[in-house]
């Protein structure tokens, strides 16, 4: 469950952010809506702890964000948190496997190849396990990118403008693909987005 409460944001010579009061539990979807300049991005790093929450509070299950140091929250993130940006901040140099096997690394859990190779498949990419990501569709390392969001099997998947750069048919596929993965893994879906597309997808919704 995520509790959000009195939560304000400033950057250094801005007019402070106010968002509203919200909770969503578990294995829920909430979007996200706004237009460019309205928070969402900034929320949405509130959230996954990217951003030092400051005034009021969020609560991720037991946890209270404000209080983590940055070491404590580095670890709860890579361990209940799934990331998928509009760039897929994948290596490039690496092979898709590696990139996947990444995410246990970076949040100090064993490597899982089998549990790497699952989600692959899940995703119809298990033939580009050994390719690098430089010989991938725009596509294919979009679906690259969330798989390993979802390798350690996390409990929030936040997803900052998903779709806002692909065509109809595009868009489509990967909402589809972001809700399906979401339902099989009982994880708490958000998506911050401008695109109107979305709507029909998600009924649960902040407009910022």
Do not use: W
């Not at 509790?3 to 909770?23: C, E, H, I």
């Not at 997803?159 to 990967?174: F, I, M, W």
């Amino acid at each position: 469950m995520i509790q959000v409460s009195g939560l304000q944001y400033q950057y250094p010579n801005a007019t402070a952010l106010s968002f509203p009061d919200f909770v969503v539990e578990k294995g829920e979807h909430l979007l996200l809506l706004g237009n460019s300049g309205s928070g969402k991005t900034t929320l949405l790093h509130l959230l996954g702890g990217l951003l030092k929450v400051k005034a009021g509070s969020i609560r991720v299950g037991t946890a209270d964000l404000a209080t983590l140091s940055e070491p404590e929250m580095d670890r709860f993130r890579g361990r209940h948190y799934g990331f998928i940006f509009q760039r897929n901040h994948l290596i490039q140099a690496l092979s898709v496997k590696n990139n996947l096997l990444m995410a246990p690394f970076l949040a100090g859990l064993p490597p899982d190849e089998h549990r790497a190779e699952h989600v692959l498949h899940q995703l119809n990419l298990g033939d580009k396990i050994h390719a690098r990501v430089n010989q991938l569709s725009q596509g294919q390392a979009q679906r690259v990118a969330i798989a390993r969001a979802i390798l350690n099997k996390p409990d929030v998947i936040l997803a900052d403008e998903p779709t806002s750069a692909l065509d109809d048919q595009n868009c489509e596929r990967v909402a589809g693909l972001l809700l399906q993965i979401a339902t099989e893994n009982n994880a708490t879906l958000i998506v911050a987005t401008h695109d109107q597309r979305l709507k029909s997808k998600i009924q649960n919704r902040i407009q910022l």
